[in-house]
């Protein structure tokens, strides 16, 4: 009979909780991103994200940023605080702790440490090319910027410095611009229909209580909320969710805005093409967050009642606010040259009322053909009949600068371009008004940004870092790997078994 082992579980603790330091010391695994196994692996990641990058030719932008001190404790705590950070012609124009609860003052040297992702892309480049003992790193999937960079100096030296690296929540101005296009034109588009009683199904998607989660039938009375139903079984929602859950159209466009004045991480939007609201709308707040998210689904609206027009004084108001919207939407596309067709109706020659395929080449009327027989346009008409996209802008607005009797225009939601046009100027008179049809637009170049061209990165850094020896000095070899861990566990593991 085999004689028994007998352990003392105290002191086999010990020898666990030893094997976790040694652990910790050795290998510090974040958890984030992948661990490279050989400088190729990293290589092709790297380059894969730098291309992504560069691809995108991103100039204003903002992110957060966070960086862990090499050692621990921070030589200066103010270095490990989160940052937001504001990049303007490529350059770093801003830097604020994200959340300053202390009211401290970032001093030159923080804002100088700093990195923008072509720093940590320099970063990286410069851990394989010494071998770096750690490497480890996430890449966006859109932007293909770093979002997570660990990298370990130690060689087995646990009093080594660790640097780990973050970017979070990284916003391209140029979408922000034109995602408040795209919400300050259909915001318009809701406007003109003026309703104050309608109603419409609601429903919001949430970690919540499941009564909070349900399709309502939403009774909307002078631009509030006045009862809701449950869409299944007609239950009337309780007055709280009348009071805080349960928005208005105009509610659902606040949701939107404030999630953009907030540089949310994801915004997601479809609206409705009639009436402008929004039909559905996502939003993630912050990237690094569970449970904060905003889905929201709006449908099936029905007006029961507008508000009167009061003057005309109040209508070309209106006419304005719409106007100014789409205008924003359509200059957000910096489109320079397009083609789209054209008509207008008038009490004229025939020629004149066809229809036409119109070339806009540098923001100008280039060449235009008759879409009937192909014909030519002659040059009296390039150049005083057949407008551009901004001339028609400035059609409508000198209708409303001119008070006119009526204006009707319908507007594409996508582009922000004027589908229709009707003025009448006067009343009183006839054959003066203005019929004008536009369709068909294709963009076929937009105009560049007013920016440097992005500079290569790696070239850029490498002169950088060769005046930052706190860049320059990486010394790093190949990933490595542990089963400390794993052996800790089990040990854990015989201990329980055995006490």
């Known amino acids: 009979m085999p004689r028994a082992i007998h352990i003392n579980p105290a002191a086999f603790l010990v020898l666990v ?36 990058w560069m691809s995108h030719n991103m100039s204003d932008y903002d992110y957060r940023y966070s960086a862990d001190c090499p050692t621990w404790p921070c030589d200066d705590p103010l270095d490990s605080r989160q940052k937001n950070v504001q990049v303007r012609n490529g350059t770093i124009a801003s830097v604020e702790l994200t959340y300053n609860w202390d009211d401290a ?15 940590l892309f320099a970063v990286i480049q410069s851990a394989i090319d010494d071998n770096a003992d750690t490497i480890q790193t996430e890449y966006d999937r859109n932007y293909g910027h770093p979002t997570y960079v660990y990298i370990d100096y130690s060689d087995d030296d646990s009093s080594d410095p660790k640097y780990s690296f973050s970017i979070e929540t990284l916003i391209d101005l140029r979408v922000t611009e ?48 006045d009862a809701a139903f449950v869409a299944e079984d007609g239950t009337a929602a309780p007055d709280d969710m009348l009071e805080s859950w349960l928005p208005t159209i105009d509610g659902i466009f606040d949701q939107i805005q404030s999630a953009i004045d907030g540089s949310a991480y994801s915004i997601t939007i479809r609206y409705n093409e009639t009436y402008g609201y929004p039909m559905s709308v996502s939003v993630d ?65 025939y020629e004149y009322t066809k229809q036409f395929e119109v070339h806009v080449r540098n923001d100008a009327v280039d060449a235009a053909f008759a879409v009937e027989d192909g014909s030519p346009a002659p040059e009296d008409m390039l150049e005083s009949w057949l407008p551009t996209i901004k001339n028609l802008f400035d059609q409508i607005q000198s209708a409303i600068d001119q008070s006119a009797a009526s204006i009707s225009v319908r507007y594409n939601l996508t582009y922000g371009y004027p589908l229709s046009i009707n003025i009448d100027y006067d009343e009183m008179i006839a054959d003066e008004e203005l019929y004008v049809t536009a369709s068909g637009l294709e963009i076929l170049a937009t105009e560049a940004e007013d920016v440097d061209p992005l500079p290569q990165i790696i070239e850029k850094q ?7 020896p706190n860049t320059s000095g990486c010394h790093l070899v190949g990933a490595r790997t542990t089963g400390a861990f794993a052996l800790a566990a089990f040990a854990l593991g015989i201990a329980g078994m055995m006490m």
């Open 178 to 225: 034109s995602r408040q296009a795209e919400l300050d034109a259909h915001r318009a588009l809701w406007d003109s229909h003026r309703a104050i009683d309608y109603d419409y199904y609601y429903r919001r998607s949430c970690f919540c209580m499941e009564d909070y989660t349900r399709k309502f039938q939403v009774q909307v009375r002078n631009d509030t909320v």
């Open 105 to 119: 003052e970032l001093l030159p040297e923080h804002i100088d440490a700093v990195k923008t992702p072509e720093d």
């Open 285 to 349: 707040y912050e990237q690094m967050m569970a449970d904060e998210e905003l889905y929201v689904s709006a449908s099936d609206l029905v007006v029961l009642a507008t508000e009167p027009v009061e003057d005309l004084s109040a209508d070309a108001t209106d006419h304005q606010a719409e106007l100014d919207a789409f205008r924003i939407l359509w200059d957000s596309h910096r489109a320079i040259d397009y083609d789209y067709y054209y008509q207008r109706s008038c009490e004229c020659v």
């Open 17 to 52: 909780l030893a094997i976790l330091h040694n652990a910790l010391s050795l290998s510090i695994d974040p958890g984030i991103g992948e661990v490279f196994a050989d400088s190729n692996s990293a290589q092709t990641a790297l380059d894969r994200g730098i291309d992504r």
């Open 462 to 468: 490498s002169s950088k870092s060769a005046q930052n």
